[in-house]
Structures are given as C-alpha cells and as structure tokens.
C-alpha cells in the first residue's frame, strides 16, 4: 500500500539552529508533493508544494524542499528557524494513477519546539 | 485564506445520537473532503466528493455517510455516533484533483 513515512515525530530545536524533517514515500510512479503547516490550535496551511521542474522548491516563511526521486525522499529545510515556527508539519503525497479523486496520503507529522 | 468554513466548531454529544457535520465553501471548487485527525495518525480521508452528487468513500469511512446537493456544501453525518468518533475533522477543498487542498479551521468533536 502507499504510504508516507516522516522519521521525526518530535523535534526540539533552538532559535536560529537549522532545520531538517524527513519525508518519504513508497509510490514508484509519478507524485505531487507537499508540505503543510500546523500552527497550535489552528487547520492546515499550506507550506510548499512540488509538481515538477526544478527539485529545489522555496515556500513561505523561508521555508524550502528537496524532491530526490531516486530516493523517494522530500525533505523540508529551514537555514535558521524562529520561535514562531513552533508548529505540526505533514508532509503529503498525491500519488498520479490514482484516479481523479486527488487522494493525498499524509504522513504522521513532525512536532516541532522551537526554544526562543 | 480559502473561503471555507465548518460548523459547528466544537460539539459534545452523547453516544448513539446521530450528528451532521457541515462544510461551506465559496470557492467554487469541484473537490471536497472530509479528513479526521487523530494523534500519531496524522490525516485520514473519510469521504470526499468530485462534484455534486458524485461522492466516495476514503480510507476511515465506516460509521460516516456524506451528501453534496449543492457545490459548496459538503455535509458529513455520523449516523450513531460512537466514543471512536472522538476526533478534529476538517474539511478540505481544491480546484482539480491533482492541485493542492486547502483546509477548513476543522470541528472538534467529543463523543461522551
């Protein structure tokens, strides 16, 4: 079956350390690729997303992905991250074939604590 | 943000009652979902509609039903509601299957 896989489930970090949370996904077919944010108390907002073109994808807030299809990874990035990005972030995959349903498979999400 | 609204927002009710859920959108957007979100499981898809009338079945879709008569309206129903259904469901919607989905501030949910 499909699935996505985020490593970290937990991430503590202080003010201006960098970031990096793991995505990856088990669909050797073509994807969509996203990353939403989760800010407390509030719905999902997207972050970035990827359809195709250059693998390196720049959101908002300074936030950035990586697609690496050979490693069926898209990984999120931040060089220096801010109190404010404390959060929950899901990555999502939109797997292409499956229909004209526009089916995401959302991963576990990552907790994340910025420390001011 | 996207005009997408859900009510209630927060509901408390008691087992075995049923319990509609609403979603409302004034985007025009063909597809529309209903996720629950549960800790350590991230998003699940319930039921979601391509159009109209045109509804199906997601991953979670066992004690819910759904119904679409008009583009912005997408109803959730938990027929007999049980504790399991204890959740934050959110609605989502987007403009074709392939693009992303924008998500509505969610209804929290307490079956007692």
């Known amino acids: 079956a499909q699935s996505v896989s985020q490593h970290n489930h937990h991430v503590i970090l202080s003010e201006a350390a960098s970031l990096e949370l793991g995505c990856n996904y088990s669909?050797?077919?073509?994807?969509?690729l996203f990353w939403y944010v989760q800010y407390p108390g509030q719905h999902l907002q997207l972050l970035l997303k990827?359809?195709?073109?250059?693998?390196l994808v720049k959101g908002i807030k300074g936030f950035e992905a990586e697609f690496i299809k050979s490693k069926f990874s898209f990984n999120l990035r931040k060089p220096s991250v801010q109190w404010s990005d404390t959060a929950e972030y899901f990555c999502?995959?939109?797997?292409?074939?499956?229909?004209?349903?526009?089916?995401?498979?959302f991963g576990q999400g990552t907790t994340l604590q910025v420390k001011p | 943000d996207a005009g997408i609204t859900q009510s209630p927002r927060h509901k408390v009710t008691e087992t075995g009652t049923p319990v509609t859920l609403r979603c409302h959108q004034t985007e025009n957007h063909r597809y529309m979902y209903w996720y629950r979100q549960d800790p350590g499981h991230g998003l699940r898809l319930i039921h979601y509609?391509?159009?109209?009338?045109?509804?199906d079945k997601g991953e979670v879709s066992d004690g819910y039903s759904v119904s679409r008569s008009k583009t912005e309206d997408f109803l959730l129903t938990l027929e007999s509601a049980t504790s399991s259904q204890t959740s934050v469901y959110f609605c989502?919607?987007?403009?074709?299957?392939?693009?992303?989905?924008?998500f509505g501030p969610g209804t929290r949910l307490t079956v007692t």
């Open positions: 999502a995959v939109k797997p292409y074939g499956s229909g004209n349903t526009g089916k995401l498979i």
């Open positions: 509609s391509y159009g109209v009338k045109d509804t």
């Open positions: 990827y359809f195709s073109g250059d693998p």
């Open positions: 669909y050797g077919g073509t994807v969509n």
């Open positions: 989502a919607i987007s403009l074709q299957s392939d693009y992303e989905q924008y």
